[in-house]
């Protein structure tokens, strides 16, 4: 963060769509606790800090009578425990536009946080609307991005409001700062071999990565129910395993672009097999071309975990993006646990690992193995689209 905020309003976007349980209770704060570093900067710095944040979805979830959930999607819950995190008061707004935003912010004093209402209580949050972003814009005189999770789109408060700041008005936050430079350090001159590891259910949400992967990994894994499409596609039997049909001639393309560049395709020559989808269904170890008729692959096999960590091992640089098996269920877990293991221990010993957001980000928390990689993103669309080459419509904002 490079602006200047001594006595200014600074307006940070940040990503504070937490979890919350039915009474309203936050259940998992860490989205909160990643913007801490950047707001308390701002505040030694002596700005006085307007706090935008979407919360869910209200206007695609409605009540049953159109209106909007409001006692739901409040971001009225999250001011009590942001003041205890940041030991001082949070002041909030039940709007974030319009005369009473304006007036709460017109009145903050550095050192004071106001708190603004969901801004997708908004149409025009979504849409990007101009007239939207603006009026937020006017609240403060300085734009802070720090919602890396909501970077790849163009709303209103995350991209749209950047152009009514000049270079000198407007920044990334710290978190951004950092998701930036790791996923940059991966993507630009990355230390070799990169070693990228892929999964989860579907080839098609993940296509466009492993085009990109293949052209600049020098090793490609490809776990998860994605990897049963390549099977089918050369004609192996995957009997009930995950298959996108419609994706088979894509898949041997993958594969042939993979010959051509030099690139490493790592698939899993074994799988746990189960008779249904079930944590207490029967399993059997089957080769990958060998699925028996009614039953799935869930999980990779032993022999499979043993490539595929060697291969993790001797990396110096290494994306995981997607589980290797339906690792929600204990018995289909053992393949996501080797590799999260694997990238812990080829950090250790000081390879550079990215963890993509998501199931990913979840299994490694699951085995609290979470600070002992490089990086985890806390953007897993964000992150995904980042790696995949394109520019995201947040970050270039705030560049131009
Ligand atoms: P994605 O959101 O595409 O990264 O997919 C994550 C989901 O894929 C997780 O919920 C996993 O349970 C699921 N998954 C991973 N491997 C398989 C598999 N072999 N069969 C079915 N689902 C799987």
Redesign the pocket.
């Known amino acids: 963060m490079n602006v200047e905020v001594h006595n200014k309003k600074v307006l940070v976007r940040v990503d504070f769509n937490v979890p919350l349980n039915k009474e309203h209770l936050i259940t998992d704060d860490t989205r909160m606790r990643k913007a801490l570093p950047t707001i308390n900067k701002l505040l030694e710095e002596g700005a006085a800090i307007i706090l935008m944040s979407h919360l869910g979805r209200p206007l695609k979830n409605r009540m049953a009578d159109g209106s909007i959930n409001i006692k739901k999607y409040t971001l009225r819950h999250l001011a009590p425990h942001l003041s205890d995190l940041l030991g001082r008061p949070v002041q909030f707004t039940n709007s974030c536009i319009g005369s009473y935003a304006v007036k709460a912010a017109d009145k903050l004093k550095p050192g004071e946080v106001l708190l603004l209402e969901n801004t997708r209580f908004n149409e025009g949050e979504t849409k990007g609307d101009e007239a939207f972003a603006k009026a937020l814009s006017e609240l403060g005189d300085v734009y802070i991005n720090d919602a890396f999770g909501t970077a790849h789109r163009a709303h209103a408060s995350t991209t749209v409001i950047a152009r009514y700041f000049d270079k000198d008005h407007k920044d990334f936050g710290l978190l951004m700062e950092s998701e930036i430079l790791n996923a940059e350090k991966v993507l630009n001159n990355p230390r070799r071999p990169l070693v990228a590891i892929t ?4 080839v098609s ?2 296509l466009l990565l492993l085009e990109k992967l293949i052209d600049f990994a020098d090793t490609v894994i490809i ?6 499409t390549f099977f089918k596609a050369q004609g192996g039997n995957i009997g009930d ?2 298959c996108e049909d419609d994706k088979l001639d894509l898949v041997l393309q993958l594969m042939a672009q993979a010959k051509e560049k030099g690139t490493t395709l790592l698939l899993p020559v074994d ?1 746990v097999a189960a008779d249904r ?1 079930h944590r207490d269904a029967n399993t059997r170890i089957v080769s990958s071309m060998e699925i028996p008729e009614h039953w ?4 990779i096999g032993p022999k499979s975990i043993d490539i595929f960590t060697s291969a993790v091992l001797k990396a110096e640089s290494i994306i995981w ?9 204990q018995k ?1 877990a053992a393949g996501t646990n080797a590799i999260a293991q694997a990238i812990a221990d080829a950090t250790q010993r000081g390879a550079f690992s990215l963890i993509g957001g ?3 980000v979840a299994a490694l928390t699951q085995m609290g193995l979470a600070d002992q990689v490089s990086h985890v993103s806390t953007g897993g669309g964000a992150m995904l689209e980042f790696l995949e080459g394109k520019e995201l419509p947040g970050i270039k904002a705030i560049r131009t």
């Open positions: 999964g989860g259910a579907k949400d993940k776990g998860g129910g994605m990897a049963y395993s995950l799988n989808f799935m692959g869930l999980d993006n997607g589980p290797m098996g339906v690792f929600e269920f289909f998501g199931d990913s």
